[in-house]
């Protein structure tokens, strides 16, 4: 029996979702004579967009917003992707948000763990991301993956961490990094605003770069929402917003001439 | 002792003509022996303490072998009777109380994780290929229901407590919790009480030394089980060694 | 019809890295950026890693593998020292890379690696791999991103390819450090110049043999102190040094 249930009494192909937007409709029938063995994910369902993080001078800072879509469908209008880990990591994501809850569950398991050692050690965010990269490495080399790209940053020790890893196993850490979409529009701003100046950023500064950034991303990416929540984490630990809402202007589209049904 | 060379003290598999299970009995003889451990259930938390007796002077103190021990954050345990099989027992705790959140998605109640302990113990005393556990385990937390506090004996049965004592000194330690008005008791209070009991029901077996361990769960540790801060411990233990001179 | 699109478990991160083997030292180099498809994901990532006090390897290509690859290898050094109380000889690790790589014949580390450090004989010595682990000793290499921009380069420049010497005179068989040097920082702002993937940061290792005369290279030390750094940890063997300069970042 199939048991996904956008296989049953599905209309033909050709007169259904003729552009594409739905994302099953990629999704390889399961014909049943073919189909034995392991499901694998081989392509995200619910998803997040873009993660930002940068480094400023009490630590690190990452901002989501609080979208979860299904396909174009702006399915979950109040997901969480900010998960703190421990007392020095917050841990942000973009892709498949199911694959996402169980990294989670995974992290809150392995952070108990820890704590009943009581050894005097705890996790700190370049433990975190070693963790994870192996995970996501792992995963993709049994070709089943985890179909995100995640943020680690943290503070511990006096030093500040910020890296990432995606669904291959791809690690690298800089002191702006974003995901997804605001890799190609984000990223150039951060950098602008933040390379040479980690050590001298303010909380404040900070914070208004990330949201002129969520900001841009919004009026650009069709998958984002103008809900969003910001965390740090500095000396004193983690912390996550509440969700916020951005200030968006839309009265540049009375200016706007030439398209569509206007005519003069 | 008149069950010996009856034969029936052999298994825990065999009953005796009377009814009884001689090796569940021997077990909890071997949880007389040691040092006393008591636990606390109070108006918003839950204190444990030990009584650890330092078997010799070449040890390091506080390095090694604790007798009580984290299962979840927000649940502890503390053992009397043999310390290699509490530390067993702690570890099957920690894989139940694990267990259940990725089946729940939700932490544990203590006593769920007291439910299944009591099982995994209780198992211990059907076959004669095993020996029963030589501890008596109280575990202790606080969950959505407020501050528990249960034993789990040899035997595998389990009952919940206002205060509870084991080893030892349980009797003398009984008394003196009797005394209290635990429901009353903030946390910080129970400290002192308890620290002042484990130096009371030490003046029985005062030949040997002992290190006094303590651990903590509520309002002040934000749900989380922790070890007494060490300022704390220190001001318990020296007024519970003054309330000794005052008494006698 | 139904459409399938299967994942895929590799992609490219760009860079370059390259060898070359002296008399009695091997310069081994890479740049640092990391990138996939148009986008610089960090100007920051090291494809050149020190594995004893005489082999360094330099990993291209895919950087997870890579990484994996040089994490897996220095713990088979590691044993290798544990069991047998010294470093693993060169020649040693590059068939143990070999075999490294050909155990993931049917699944393959998709790295590109050279080898370069010291014989036992005190010999400079570079070694390069494909993905499945053929391999060969040769005096210089080029691989990556730029290869073909380089390689070429140094088959003119190391193995004088259509170059005729002088009349009466015939070419030099091992080349001095300070030519080595500044072949190897040519190559590489050359590459910066016309591959996009090439850029940001060179590191260049430097290893000589426990015999060498370090006069020349100390003139080069001391004109660019705050550059160069000594990593060897040894006394009286081979000594290793890294050095670290910019490349344009466009």
């Not at chain 1, 992290?107 to 963790?131: C, K, R, S, V």
């Not at chain 1, 979409?181 to 390379?195: D, N, T």
């Not at chain 3, 950087?63 to 060169?90: C, I, S, T």
């Not at chain 3, 290279?217 to 102190?225: C, D, H, L």
């Amino acid at each position: 029996m199939d048991h996904f249930p956008t296989n049953w009494g599905r209309p033909r192909n050709d007169a259904f979702d003729a552009y594409g937007t739905y994302p099953i409709q990629q999704r390889p029938n399961n014909i049943k004579d073919n189909f034995n063995g392991v499901q694998r994910t081989q392509q995200p369902i619910v998803t997040g967009t873009s993660v930002l993080a940068i480094k400023y001078k009490d630590g690190i800072m990452m901002a989501a917003d609080n979208l979860a879509s299904y396909g174009s469908l702006a399915r979950f209008k109040d997901v969480q992707r900010l998960h703190a880990v421990g007392n020095h990591t917050v841990l942000g994501a973009s892709g498949d948000m199911s694959d996402f809850q169980y990294i989670q569950s995974l992290l809150d398991d392995l952070i108990i763990e820890e704590f009943t050692e009581q050894d005097e050690h705890t996790l700190g965010p370049a433990e975190i991301h070693e963790y994870l990269s192996q995970l996501m490495y792992g995963r993709r080399s049994k070709l089943n993956p985890l179909w995100n790209s995640l943020l680690v940053g943290g503070y511990k020790d006096g030093k500040r961490f910020l890296a990432y890893v995606d669904l291959l196993g791809t690690t690298y850490s800089a002191s702006t990094i974003a995901t997804g979409y605001g890799s190609y529009i984000a990223q150039p701003l951060l950098r602008k605003a933040v390379e040479g100046r980690e050590d001298t950023l303010t909380e404040r500064e900070a914070q208004a770069i990330l949201e002129e950034s969520l900001l841009v991303l919004f009026y650009r990416d069709a998958r984002s929402l103008d809900k969003y929540q910001i965390a740090k984490v500095t000396e004193s630990g983690v912390s996550i917003s509440e969700s916020m809402a951005l200030r968006t202007s839309w009265s540049f589209a009375e200016g706007i001439r030439g398209y569509g049904a206007q005519t003069q | 002792m008149t069950s010996i060379g009856t034969g029936y003290d052999l298994s825990a598999s065999t009953y005796s003509p009377d009814g009884r299970i001689f090796q569940v009995e021997y077990a909890s003889k071997a949880v007389d022996n040691s040092g006393t451990t008591i636990g606390l259930r109070v108006k918003d938390g839950i204190v444990l303490a030990v009584e650890k007796l330092v078997h010799s002077k070449l040890l390091v103190p506080g390095a090694s072998n604790r007798r009580i021990q984290t299962i979840d954050k927000h649940i502890g345990l503390a053992t009397a009777g043999y310390l290699a099989d509490g530390r067993h027992l702690a570890n099957r705790a920690r894989s139940e109380a694990s267990n259940f959140r990725e089946f729940y998605h939700s932490p544990p109640q203590v006593k769920d994780v007291t439910e299944r302990l009591g099982q995994y113990v209780q198992v211990y005393t059907l076959y004669s290929s095993v020996r029963p556990f030589g501890v008596s385990t109280i575990l202790g937390g606080v969950d959505k229901t407020g501050p528990n506090l249960y034993v789990v004996e040899p035997s595998g049965v389990f009952f919940g407590y206002h205060g509870a004592a084991v080893g030892k000194g349980r009797q003398l330690a009984k008394a003196e919790l009797e005394k209290l008005k635990l429901a009353e008791l903030s946390t910080r209070e129970a400290v002192f009480e308890v620290a002042r009991i484990i130096h009371l029901v030490h003046e029985d077996n005062k030949e040997k030394e002992f290190e006094l361990e303590m651990s903590w769960i509520g309002a002040e540790t934000q749900g989380i089980f922790l070890p007494v801060p060490k300022d704390l411990h220190q001001e318990a233990e020296e007024k519970a060694k003054a309330a000794l001179d005052n008494f006698e | 019809m139904p459409q399938t699109r299967s994942f895929d478990p590799y992609t490219e991160n760009g860079g370059t890295i390259l060898a070359i083997a002296g008399q009695d030292f091997s310069v081994i180099a890479g740049d640092t950026r990391q990138s996939e498809g148009y986008s610089i994901q960090t100007r920051y990532a090291p494809k050149v890693f020190r594995l004893t006090d005489r082999a360094v390897l330099a990993v291209n290509g895919f950087a997870a593998d890579g990484n994996m690859f040089v994490k897996k290898v220095k713990q088979r050094l590691e044993w290798y020292r544990h069991a047998h109380a010294k470093d693993m000889p060169l020649r040693a690790i590059a068939r143990l890379i070999q075999t490294m790589l050909y155990a993931k014949r049917f699944f393959p580390y998709y790295v590109y690696n050279i080898l370069g450090g010291i014989e036992e004989d005190g010999t400079g010595a570079v070694y390069s791999f494909d993905p499945v682990g053929s391999y060969e000793r040769e005096a210089c290499r080029a691989a990556g991103a730029a290869q073909s921009l380089v390689q070429p380069f140094l088959d003119n420049q190391i193995y004088f390819k259509n170059q005729v010497p002088a009349p009466g005179t015939t070419h030099p068989a091992y080349l001095s450090l300070p030519d080595v040097l500044s072949i190897v920082i040519d190559s590489f702002t050359s590459a910066t110049e016309r591959h996009i993937e090439v850029g940001d940061g060179l590191e260049i290792y430097i290893v000589f043999a426990k015999t060498r005369d370090l006069q020349d290279f100390e003139t080069i030390r001391a004109k660019n102190v705050h550059l160069i750094q000594e990593l060897t940890v040894a006394e009286d063997g081979e000594r290793i040094f890294v050095l670290r300069r910019d490349l344009k970042k466009d």
